[in-house]
């Protein structure tokens, strides 16, 4: 699976939006990008996935470029319940089914 | 949908007892189940990938003898650290993999281990 780049750590107020940012330059055609985030002790919750086309769910939208080197996680009105770590995955659906997990980013969002 | 529990939640033991840590998918059968473990402000680690009715796969540098995992049914795997020293205490966590469609996995909460 390809390798993911992510920045350490960001902030964001609360009530504007956290664009969280993820390199994956040596992602391969049938690789797809997840996203997961996890709470301060607990497990890690899925948040969203796509292939090449921006995706949209009820927790967050993801945006892909159009070479796919890279990819940006919104969630559109932050919360204070949204501070966790958050993990840029690559990987085959459905092919490989392990989750490579890197150090992710940090997000705190400050009231 | 798509629950995964673990129990317990926290366990306390002392240095050179078992440990046994349940992971159940609640709602779907999983016929592949992860075990990871974390330690403080570090990132998931895999530990092994359990496939029900058969032996785990391990990664490397996870001693299959410390780490007994069984996984014998479809919404059930557990994991039992042997003789645990305190080394051992970290966060686990176990995943539990859709056994079609999506194919997806869902985490469980956790189980922090302390040895004393």
């Known amino acids: 699976d390809a390798k993911t780049t992510q920045p350490t750590s960001m902030d964001c107020a609360e009530g504007r939006a956290a664009n969280l940012p993820c390199n994956h330059s040596?992602?391969?055609?049938?690789?797809?990008v997840y996203w997961y985030r996890q709470i301060h002790s607990q497990g890690p919750q899925y948040i969203i996935h796509g292939l090449k086309n921006n995706e949209t769910n009820e927790m967050a939208s993801l945006i892909i470029t159009e070479d796919r080197k890279s990819s940006t996680l919104i969630l559109p009105h932050a919360t204070l319940r949204d501070t966790a770590v958050y993990y840029c995955i690559v990987r085959v659906a459905g092919g490989s089914e392990k989750l490579v997990f890197g150090k992710g980013t940090k997000l705190t969002v400050n009231p | 949908g798509a629950v995964v529990s673990q129990h317990p939640s926290w366990v306390i033991c002392k240095s050179g007892t078992s440990v046994k840590i349940e992971c159940r998918s609640l709602d779907f059968q999983a016929t592949t189940m992860f075990w990871y473990r974390q330690f403080p402000k570090q990132s998931l680690m895999l530990m092994a990938t359990?496939?029900?009715?058969?032996?785990?796969?391990?990664e490397q540098g996870v001693e299959k003898d410390k780490f007994l995992i069984n996984h014998a049914s479809l919404t059930l795997s557990t994991l039992t650290v042997t003789s645990a020293h305190p080394e051992d205490s970290s966060f686990y966590i176990c995943s539990a993999r859709l056994s079609s469609g999506s194919y997806e996995q869902y985490f469980g909460p956790g189980t922090r281990l302390t040895v004393t």
């Open positions: 359990s496939n029900e009715g058969s032996k785990a796969t391990y």
């Open positions: 040596t992602i391969s055609g049938n690789e797809y």
